[in-house]
């Protein structure tokens, strides 16, 4: 099984007809998604060949949920047109809307995530590599050849530290990889992920990646402490960063001790959360569990 997106998930991507749109929805047809239209709305009623496939493009989502059946959407806009997308996005009634753009203005984040709750609307993102369930579907510009399905699921701040947890585990596989984002505001949260991830029977197994700055990393241990029966493996970014720069992420900034991958590391291994020093550490120890239980 997987979480939030499986072979039955219909796509539509939002900003299709842009470069990165038509680039990264080739890709994603290549690894299997059902890419089933884009949104553009000046260019409605045309179709573009990816391939062996040929794609609609529609108005509006909602036409595109009429019409398809769509029930999760990528955003590929640029920022100034991310808060229009996904609120549309969410007044058609889409599940899932997979927010790709980075650059977005926090108030525009903060503004679409709430609009989108009220709705219903599960976000991913935004400033995030999407999610990708191996074998079955691929939400965004996570790359679909460096893996296969498995045991695992894993949950990132990071991108490219998905990619590299992820090819390094190759030989295991994965259940789900959800990149959730390091921006400040972000939709989907690590405890959203380990909740869906305790309650699908295929994920054996959690990794769990964060990365200095904000709390969301010590929230997600007091959440493993009173919910979580499955292992979990962790892994902090920045345990070198120095303290009072911003690194990396939007809003990746430590004051003293809060915020510190020491702090953040300590909190999860104070709930049994085993932590590398590495990301190849964090690979080895995520064995170490699968094989010997340790």
């Known amino acids: 099984m997987a979480i939030f ?77 991310a808060k229009a997308a996904v609120t549309e996005a969410a007044d058609a009634g889409i599940g899932l809307t997979v927010v790709i753009t980075e650059g977005i203005p926090v108030h525009d984040s903060v503004a679409f995530q709430a609009y989108a709750a009220t709705k219903g609307t599960r976000v991913i ?22 893996t296969k399905p498995g045991r695992i699921g894993l949950v990132s ?29 972000v939709g989907t949260t690590h405890i959203d992920c380990l909740a ?11 990794v769990l ?25 962790g892994y902090i970014a920045g345990f070198t960063a120095p303290e009072g720069k911003t690194m990396g992420h939007a809003g990746a900034i430590v004051s003293g001790s809060s915020g510190t991958a020491l702090a953040k590391k300590k909190a999860l291994e104070a709930v049994g959360v085993r932590v590398g020093g590495t990301p190849t550490e964090t690979a080895r120890l995520v064995l170490d569990r699968l094989e010997n239980g340790t």
């Open 5 to 81: 997106l499986t072979k039955e998930s219909k796509v539509l991507v939002q900003g299709m007809t842009g470069a990165e749109g038509m680039k990264h929805t080739r890709r994603m047809l290549a690894a299997g998604t059902d890419v089933v239209g884009g949104v553009n709305p000046r260019k409605a009623g045309r179709t573009v060949d990816f391939d062996d496939r040929t794609v609609p493009v529609f108005g509006s989502v909602r036409e595109g949920i009429e019409e398809t059946g769509a029930d999760v959407s990528v955003v590929f806009v640029p920022p100034a047109f």
């Open 125 to 146: 993102g935004p400033n995030c590599p999407g999610l990708i369930s191996p074998g079955e579907s691929n939400a965004g510009i996570i790359p679909a050849d460096i």
């Open 157 to 185: 701040k990071s991108g490219t530290l998905t990619y590299q947890l992820m090819y390094e585990l190759r030989d295991i596989g994965f259940s789900t990889c959800v990149g959730i984002g390091g921006d400040p505001v």
């Open 196 to 206: 869906a991830f305790q309650e699908d029977p295929d994920t054996e197994l959690i």
């Open 209 to 233: 990646i964060g990365e200095i700055g904000g709390d969301a990393e010590e929230r997600a241990a007091a959440y493993i402490r009173d919910h979580i029966t499955k292992p979990v493996v």
